[in-house]
């Protein structure tokens, strides 16, 4: 139903509303910039052979401090700083939520992540749920909320990879 690209002119971003206006603000008003400056990637969900974004995400590198995050040793490996890749932001048009889009949205985001990983090396997922809602969607999916920042959630690369094996 959806095709997912890299963000791109062709796409018309005004009409997206995933009910929260921060995240719709920023894909209107910042994506482009973050994604041609190199901050973060952003891709999008339209419908076939149509222009109006449905979904997004971003993506891109960051690494993690175990001792700041608070995250138990087998998430760390022992290591005391670690890399990955945050998907800091993600979200559905409201006309869309509720029928599965979501979980496929997340699994593609985390698609992007286990691939740039396999190049590059990362241990860790990383997510920031903008609300309380979107921290219980990331629990659901069985990502690990850090204990020093509110709203942080983790997964170890090795698990996002062995759920896209299994989809
Ligand atoms: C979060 C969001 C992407 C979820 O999309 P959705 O289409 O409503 O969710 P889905 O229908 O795909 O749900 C997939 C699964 O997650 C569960 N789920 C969805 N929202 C949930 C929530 N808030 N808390 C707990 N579980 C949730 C569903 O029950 C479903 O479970 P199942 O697979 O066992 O049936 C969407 O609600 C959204 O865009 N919200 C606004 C932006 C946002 O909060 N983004 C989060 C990152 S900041």
């Known amino acids: ?85 945050l998907i800091a932001r993600l979200a559905l048009d409201v006309s869309f939520h509720g029928h599965g889009y979501g979980a496929h949205l997340l699994l593609d985001a985390l698609d992007k992540a286990v691939r740039a990983a396999e190049i590059g090396g990362g241990r860790l997922v990383v997510v920031d749920a903008i609300d309380d809602a979107a921290y219980e969607f990331y629990k659901h999916f069985d990502f690990i909320p850090v204990k020093n920042r509110g709203g942080r959630l983790v997964m170890k690369m090795s698990t996002a990879a062995s759920a896209l094996r299994a989809v």
């Open 1 to 85: 139903m959806f095709e997912s690209a890299r963000l791109g002119g062709q796409h018309q971003l005004d009409e997206f509303d995933c009910g929260n206006e921060a995240l719709n603000s920023w894909l209107r008003e910042q994506a482009r910039r973050a994604d041609s400056s190199g901050i973060a990637h952003v891709y999008v969900w339209t419908p076939i052979r149509e222009q109006k974004v449905r979904a997004y995400y971003a993506i891109c590198p960051t690494e993690v401090i175990r001792n700041d995050a608070g995250i138990s040793g087998s998430l760390a490996g022992g290591y005391s700083r670690m890399p990955g890749y």
